[in-house]
C-alpha cells in the first residue's frame, strides 16, 4: 500500500469545453494517499467534469494528468481503471435488470475463458455489502431497490475494485444518516489503508466531518485549496459563491390563510395507510419521516399519479375528484417530483422545451400552430427568475448540472401558477447558492398565499423552512408539530414510530 | 422501506416457470385443445417433429434476434440475409463449380459478413438499428434477387440436399441444429461475460461504458452473430428444397420479433431470455400446425398470429404491472 501523504495524482491545467460552455478553465488539483479531499463548487461548476476527465469519459482538451509519477491522460474508462482510479458517478449507473453481484462485477467478471463465475462473484460481492453493514442477497436485481439501496450498491461496487484512487461524486445525496455514517467509517478505514479518497458533497457538514483538504471551483475555474482544520464554513462558502453567503434559509412569518388542500382518510397499500392533514393559504408545511415512510407516495395520490387510492381530497374546502394528472393540475395542484431525471425532466430534449412543457396548452391556445413570441417570452421569463444557468434556451437539459436541472423542474410547475405546490426533495443534489435561491422562492410563493407541502430527508431544511411539521412513519401521520415545538430529536422520535400526539 | 426487507431473490428454476408461467399456460392450454380437435393426430410422433422442424429457421432467426431485441435494438435484415445466402450456396455449387463445403462456407461467411457491417454501422455511427438493418434488408433481397436473375436456383444434389433432410435417428438436422444453437445461445447469453454485457448495453448503456464495458465490440458481435444464423438458416432451408431461392424467407424478421416479444423479451432492451424466446417459437410453431391441421388456410393463421400477440403481450404488462 502507498505511503500517506506521497502524491498519487496530480491534475495540472486542465482544460475542457463543451458546445457552448468552457466547462474547466486551467484547473489543478492534487491528491495524497491517505487523504480525503474535497471538490466544493456550486452548480454547475465543473465538478463532475474534471472527475469525468479523470475516468476517462472525456478527455481534456489541454493539461496533464500525473498518476503515481507518471504523466498519463487517461483515453478509456479500462484504461483509467488499470490505473488504479475507481469512481463513483454523479448519477447512478447500475443496470436495473442485473442482479447486484452483475452489476458491481461488470466490465471486470469473474471468469474462466469467458464463462462467468458466478459463485464466487456473489461470494465477493456478499463481503463488500457485509463490509457496508447490508445484508443484502447478490442475486436481487437492481430494480427491486430504492434509491438509497442502490447507491450502497454503487458505492459496494467501487469499493470492489482494488483501487488507489477513489473517486466518490455525491455519494450521500440520497442517503440517510445513518447510511452516511457507515460509508464515512468505511472511507476512515481506507484512508488508513493510504489510499486518496476524493469527495464530492454540497453537504457542508460532512466536509468537516470526513476530509482533510478542500479544493474550491467556480465557474470551471480552480479558486484555491484548503486545510479544512483551517478553513471555516463561510470561508468556503465565500470561496465557493465569490461572495458572502450571509444567509441561507429565508422564511418570514405569514399568517396562514384559509385551507387550500385537506386530505381525510388517505389509503393506497402498501405504503399510505389512512393519512389525513390539511394545509392553509401561504403556509410551508414540512413532511418528514424515513425513506419509505409514505411521504412521496401521500404526494402521488394527491396529484392524481396514483388513482387506486381511496379517502377524501379537498380543494378550498370541496371534495375534488383527482384520478389523472390533469385533474391535479386544474385543480391548482403541481408537483416538483423526488427524481428529478425520471420524473421531472425530458433529458434528451432543450432547457425550453421542458420549461413550457406543463403550459404548452396556454402557449397553444388561439395559436394552432404555437405562438413563438409567446414561448420565448415565457422561456426568458423562467430562465431570468430562477437564475437557470444555461448557454441558451437550446441547450438539452441532460447537459445542465443537477442544480440547473432542478430549477427548471420547479420553473416549469410554477409556470402553471399553482395555489398548491408539493415539493419532493427540493433541494437535493442542489448548491448552497442555488438552495438559498430556492429557499428565496418558496419564501416568496408563500407570501403570494400559495400553500406549499415540502417533503425532505434534510432536517435542518425542515427545521428552518417549515411553519409546521407532518412526521410520517409506516404511512401514517404521527405528529403534527408547530414551529415553536420543533426539534430534530422529536422529529426523530416520531419518524421512528416513538408515540403519537397531536394529530390533526 | 428499510434496506434490509424485501431483499430475497428467488432460485432460479423457479423464477424461469414463474417469468414464463402466461406463455406455458399458454401453449398448454393449445395442447390440449388440439389434442381434442385434432382427434389424437397432433400428438403422432409424426406430427411431434414435423412441428419441432417447422420451427427450427424461425428458431434460430428468433435467437439471434433476442440478442439484438435485448441491447436494445433489432435486426430486420435477417430474412433478406437468409434468402442472399441461401441463393449463393445453390448458385456457388451449381454455376460456379464451388464444392459442397466450400460454397456452404462462402455462403455463411457471407451472410456473416453482411452481419457484421450492420454490427458496425451501428456500433460506430448513431443511425438506429433499425434503419441501418432496414436497408440491409432492402440491399441483401436485391442482391438475392441479382445473383439468382429472381429464378430459384435448382441444385439436386445429394451431398447438399441432405444438410436440410437428413436425419440423426428419428430427428431431423434441422431440429439438430436448432438445438444445438440453443444450447448455445443460453450459455452465452446466461454464463458468459458476452451475455453480461449485452444485458448492460440494452439496460443502461451509460453505466455498461462508465463500467468499462467495451459497448461497440459487443454490439457488432451480437448483429454478426444474427447474421451468421440468419446465413446458416438460409443455406438449411435451399439445402432442404433442393433449390436456392431469392424469395425465401420474405417476412421471416416478423415471425422472429414475434417469438422474441412472446417470450417477454422487452423492445426496450435490457429484459429477455433464450429459453423464452424458444416458448414463443414454439406457441408460434404449434398454432400454425393446429390450424392447418384443422383445414383452416393461412390467411386465418395470419389473425390468429396478431390476436395471440396482442394477448400474449397483454397478460405480460399485467402481470408486470401488479409488481
Ligand atoms: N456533455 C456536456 N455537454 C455540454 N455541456 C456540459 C456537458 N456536461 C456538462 N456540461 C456543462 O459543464 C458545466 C459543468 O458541469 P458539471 O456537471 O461538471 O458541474 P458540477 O460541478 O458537477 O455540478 P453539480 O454540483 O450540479 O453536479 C455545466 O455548465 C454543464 O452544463
Ligand atoms: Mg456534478
Redesign the interface.
Known amino acids: 500500500m502507498a505511503e500517506t501523504g506521497k502524491i498519487l495524482l496530480q491534475m495540472k491545467n486542465i482544460h475542457k469545453r463543451f458546445p457552448g460552455v468552457y466547462a474547466l478553465k486551467d484547473v489543478n488539483f492534487e491528491l495524497k494517499a491517505g487523504e480525503v479531499h474535497a471538490l466544493l463548487g456550486e452548480n454547475g461548476a465543473g465538478k463532475s467534469t474534471l472527475i469525468k476527465c479523470l475516468a476517462g469519459i472525456y478527455i481534456p482538451e489541454e493539461g496533464e494528468v500525473i498518476v503515481n509519477g507518471k504523466s498519463h491522460i487517461m483515453q478509456s474508462v479500462a484504461d483509467s481503471q488499470a490505473h488504479g482510479i475507481s469512481v463513483i458517478h454523479q448519477e447512478l449507473c447500475l443496470v436495473p435488470y442485473l442482479s447486484i453481484a452483475e452489476n458491481m462485477f461488470l466490465g471486470r467478471e469473474r471468469n474462466v475463458g469467458g464463462i462467468i463465475k458466478r459463485g464466487q462473484e456473489n461470494e465477493e460481492a456478499k463481503k463488500m455489502l457485509q463490509r457496508l453493514g447490508l445484508d443484502f442477497d447478490p442475486n436481487v436485481l437492481i430494480k427491486d431497490l430504492s434509491i438509497a439501496q442502490q447507491q450502497m450498491v454503487e458505492i459496494a461496487k467501487a469499493l470492489s475494485v482494488k483501487a488507489d484512487i477513489l473517486v466518490m461524486d455525491e455519494p450521500t445525496a440520497s442517503l440517510t444518516d445513518k447510511e452516511t455514517e457507515v460509508l464515512f467509517e468505511t472511507m476512515r478505514q481506507l484512508k488508513a489503508e493510504g489510499i486518496g479518497i476524493i469527495y464530492i458533497s454540497h453537504r457542508m457538514s460532512e466536509l468537516f466531518a470526513i476530509t482533510d483538504r478542500v479544493t474550491i471551483m467556480r465557474d470551471g475555474q480552480y479558486v484555491g485549496t484548503v486545510n479544512t482544520r483551517e478553513t471555516t464554513n463561510d470561508q468556503l462558502i465565500a470561496m465557493m459563491v465569490g461572495r458572502e453567503l450571509t444567509q441561507l434559509y429565508f422564511k418570514d412569518k405569514v399568517n396562514p390563510g384559509k385551507v387550500v388542500l385537506e386530505v381525510k382518510d388517505l389509503v393506497s397499500p402498501p405504503f399510505v395507510n389512512g393519512v389525513s392533514f390539511a394545509i392553509r393559504e401561504g403556509e410551508i408545511v414540512g413532511m418528514s419521516g424515513l425513506v419509505g415512510a409514505g411521504r412521496s407516495e401521500t404526494a402521488h395520490c394527491i396529484f392524481g399519479l396514483d388513482d387506486r387510492y381511496t379517502g377524501q381530497i379537498l380543494i378550498d374546502g370541496k371534495p375534488v375528484h383527482i384520478r389523472s394528472v390533469r385533474q391535479a393540475m386544474q385543480n391548482g395542484i403541481a408537483l416538483v417530483p423526488e427524481n428529478r431525471k425520471e420524473e421531472g425532466l425530458v433529458l434528451i430534449n432543450s432547457v425550453g422545451y421542458n420549461l413550457t412543457l406543463t403550459v404548452l396548452h396556454e402557449i397553444f391556445r388561439g395559436h394552432p400552430l404555437g405562438n413563438p413570441k409567446r414561448e420565448a417570452d415565457e422561456i426568458e421569463k423562467h430562465i431570468n427568475e430562477l437564475a437557470i444557468k444555461t448557454p441558451s434556451a437550446e441547450q438539452l437539459a441532460e447537459n445542465l448540472s443537477g442544480g440547473n436541472q432542478q430549477k427548471i423542474v420547479i420553473a416549469k410547475w410554477l409556470a402553471t401558477k399553482p395555489k398548491l405546490l408539493i415539493l419532493d426533495e427540493p433541494t437535493r443534489g442542489v448548491d448552497v447558492g442555488a438552495r438559498a435561491e430556492i429557499y428565496g422562492f418558496m419564501n416568496e410563493l408563500a407570501k403570494q398565499g400559495v400553500a406549499i407541502l415540502m417533503i425532505s430527508s434534510d432536517l435542518p431544511e425542515i427545521l428552518n423552512m417549515s411553519d409546521r411539521v407532518l412526521v410520517m412513519h409506516e404511512g401514517r401521520v404521527t405528529a403534527n408539530l408547530a414551529k415553536e415545538e420543533l426539534s430534530q430529536e422529536l422529529i426523530m422520535r416520531y419518524a421512528t414510530g416513538g408515540g403519537n400526539i397531536n394529530v390533526a | 422501506?428499510?434496506?434490509?426487507t424485501?431483499?430475497?431473490?428467488q432460485n432460479s428454476v423457479v423464477r424461469y416457470l414463474k417469468d414464463n408461467m402466461g406463455t406455458l399456460i399458454g401453449l398448454f392450454i393449445m395442447c390440449v385443445i388440439l389434442s381434442f380437435t385434432t382427434n389424437g393426430v397432433f400428438y403422432s410422433q409424426r406430427n411431434l417433429i414435423n412441428v419441432l422442424r417447422q420451427v427450427s429457421s424461425n428458431a434460430c432467426l428468433a435467437f439471434g434476434m433476442t440478442f439484438a431485441i435485448i441491447t436494445g435494438g433489432i435486426d430486420l435484415s435477417v430474412g433478406s440475409i437468409l434468402a442472399l445466402s441461401g441463393t449463393l450456396s445453390a448458385g456457388l455449387i451449381v454455376h460456379s463449380g464451388f464444392s459442397v463445403p466450400g460454397a456452404v462456407a462462402t455462403a455463411i461467411i457471407i451472410g456473416t459478413a453482411l452481419g457484421l457491417f450492420n454490427g458496425f454501422m451501428i456500433a460506430t455511427t448513431t443511425i438506429p438499428p433499425f434503419i441501418v438493418t432496414l436497408a440491409m434488408m432492402q440491399i441483401a433481397r436485391g442482391a438475392a434477387y441479382i445473383y439468382s436473375n429472381g429464378q430459384p436456383i435448382r441444385a439436386m444434389i445429394p451431398s447438399y440436399q441432405i444438410i436440410g433432410t437428413g436425419y440423426l435417428g428419428p430427428i431431423p438436422y434441422p431440429v439438430i441444429y436448432m438445438l444445438v444453437f440453443l444450447i448455445i445461445c443460453v450459455?452465452l447469453l446466461s454464463?458468459?461475460?458476452?451475455g453480461?454485457?449485452v444485458?448492460?448495453v440494452g439496460?443502461?448503456d451509460?453505466?455498461?461504458?462508465?463500467?468499462?464495458?467495451?459497448v461497440p465490440r459487443t454490439k457488432m458481435l451480437v448483429y454478426t452473430m444474427s447474421g451468421f444464423l440468419a446465413a446458416f438458416t438460409g443455406v438449411v432451408l435451399c439445402a432442404r428444397m433442393a433449390s436456392g431461392q431469392p424469395t425465401a424467407g420474405q417476412s421471416f424478421e416478423m415471425d422472429a420479433i414475434a417469438a422474441t416479444v412472446l417470450g417477454g423479451t422487452s423492445m426496450s432492451g435490457?429484459?429477455g431470455k433464450i429459453g423464452s424466446t424458444m416458448i414463443g417459437v414454439l406457441i408460434i410453431g404449434v398454432l400454425n400446425n393446429g390450424l392447418n391441421l384443422l383445414g383452416l388456410n393461412s390467411f386465418w393463421q395470419q389473425i390468429a398470429k396478431g390476436i395471440v400477440i396482442l394477448l400474449a403481450v397483454y397478460v405480460d404488462m399485467l402481470k408486470k404491472r401488479r409488481k
Do not use: C, D, Q, W
Open positions: 422501506m428499510s434496506p434490509e424485501n431483499i430475497k431473490a450459455i454464463k458468459t461475460r458476452f453480461r454485457h444485458y448492460a439496460g443502461n451509460k453505466a455498461a461504458i462508465f463500467s468499462g464495458v467495451n435490457g429484459v
